[in-house]
Nanobody
Framework: QVQLVESGGGLVQAGGSLRLSCVAS????????MGWFRRAPGKEREFVAV????????NLADSVKGRFTISRDNAKNTVYLQMNSVKPEDTAVYYC????????????????WGQGTQVTVSS
């Protein structure tokens, strides 16, 4: 079992930056691939970024490439999403997720989810 708690959301102006954090508790965090997803009002949840358990092979959605970065610190059981040059369309609840069955499975059906943190980008 893995418990995930996100933080770092808030209100930011377009063009600004935010860093989201997700702290995991439970066993063997370092063996889990980690990801970020988001759900905008009235829309389905969508993939944002994923990183392998080793910290390599980051994969980002086209909509955030060049603006967002995913990273992790296994010593701190934490995964980060650095959001730069944010846009109003980035407004959403951002969720952290974890899975051990591979990054492809992570993207389609992650096993563990946090409660989410709200990010609101004003124009």
């Amino acid at each position: 079992q893995v418990q995930l708690v996100e933080s770092g959301g808030g209100l930011v102006q377009a063009g600004g930056s935010l860093r989201l954090s997700c702290v995991a508790s439970g066993r063997q965090f370092s063996r889990y691939d980690m990801g970020w997803f988001r759900r905008a009002p009235g829309k389905e949840r969508e993939f944002v970024a994923v990183i392998s358990w080793r910290g390599g092979s980051p994969n980002l959605a086209d909509s955030v490439k060049g603006r967002f970065t995913i990273s992790r610190d296994n010593a701190k059981n934490t995964v980060y999403l650095q959001m730069n040059s944010v846009k109003p369309e980035d407004t959403a609840v951002y969720y952290c997720a974890a899975d051990r069955r591979g990054m492809t499975t992570m993207i389609s059906e992650a096993s563990y989810w946090g409660q989410g943190t709200q990010v609101t980008v004003s124009s």
